[in-house]
């Protein structure tokens, strides 16, 4: 019988709530699964706990949210889950020599996943198969609450100015195939978004930042890029407007890309992690990304 009935608890003033009640090994109703998307609209980051999924369980769950893309290519090449290809691998462990997942045990920065596209994904889930004894927890940002937080000064300028995400490394500091790394933030390779977006439903404005690292306005000197993307960054990135996900194997956690921004904290290296994901790709009548 399909899983068809759980409880909400919301985690946070800004963002995420805890689903209660769903073995999400057992396929979902339609309408179990339509709830589950209007949930991750409204709370931006859904936590369910206790779960054991296998790959195919964990692409059938992610498939009601829409079509996933391929696991990306990484510092270590194409890292998925065998006979999965829309399952990628996170991972600090070494077999044989060789990484069996991207990223490592490094601290990850602030980011939103792969904004540098032209359109980026709309969510991600991710399933936890070993977990550090300390460290390695997960912290979510909502990003309309980053820009509710800018001083109204800060909010009169981001107005209609564009930022360029760049492609060049990824949220772990690696260096993308194919990219030498970047010298001049002016003419280096990303894509350019607004800076302000809005929900096309609520018209509620948030911030697009992607990440810190190599970001450029376009229009302005770098200097005064660089002073204007930091002050956005410390009235916004701020950790009582955060919430952090404490990891337990079994746990599933799942985010709305365009909404949020994620980062791993650190963790001792010479513990296990091992974490499958995938990444959902967003609707192709909602690709562009409109400015607020």
Do not use: C
């Not at 999924?53 to 998925?80: C, N, Q, Y």
């Not at 060789?98 to 994904?121: C, F, K, N, Q």
């Not at 930091?230 to 799942?254: K, Q, S, T, Y």
């Not at 980062?263 to 992690?273: N, S, Y």
Request: aromatic content about 8%; charged content about 20%.
């Amino acid at each position: 019988m399909p899983a068809t009935t759980f409880t909400l608890h919301p985690l946070a003033p800004t963002l995420g709530a805890e689903i209660r009640g769903l073995d999400l090994s057992r396929p979902l109703s339609p309408a179990t699964a339509a709830a589950l998307a209007g949930a991750l609209d409204r709370y931006l980051v859904l936590a369910f706990r206790d779960q054991t999924l296998s790959d195919a369980d964990l692409v059938r769950v992610s498939g009601h949210f829409g079509p996933l893309d391929k696991a990306p290519i990484t510092e270590h090449g194409r890292l998925h889950a065998p006979g999965f290809e829309e399952v990628y691998v996170i991972s600090n462990v070494t077999e044989n020599g060789r990484p069996i997942g991207a990223l490592g045990a490094g601290e990850s920065v602030w980011h939103a996943d792969m904004t540098y596209l032209e359109a980026p994904p709309y969510a991600s889930s991710l399933y936890a198969l070993e977990v550090p004894a300390e460290g390695g927890d997960t912290g979510f940002l909502s990003m309309f609450a980053a820009y509710d937080a800018l001083p109204e000064e800060l909010k009169r300028r981001v107005d209609g100015l564009s930022i360029k995400h760049d492609s060049t490394t990824n949220s772990g500091g690696y260096l993308r195939q194919g990219f030498a790394p970047p010298v001049d933030l002016a003419s280096s390779p990303g894509t350019v978004h607004p800076l302000v977006i809005a929900h096309p439903a609520s018209g509620r404005k948030a911030l697009l930042l992607g990440r810190r690292p190599h970001a450029h306005i376009p229009g302005l000197p770098v200097a005064e890029s660089e002073a204007l993307l930091d002050a956005i960054w410390a009235a916004a990135v701020r950790p009582e407007l955060a919430w952090h996900h404490r990891w337990r194997v079994g746990d599933l956690v799942m985010w709305d890309n365009r909404w949020t921004m994620h980062r791993r904290d650190p963790f001792p290296g010479d513990q296990r992690r091992r974490m499958h994901r995938t990444q959902i790709a967003i609707p192709a009548e909602a690709r562009r990304m409109e400015a607020a």
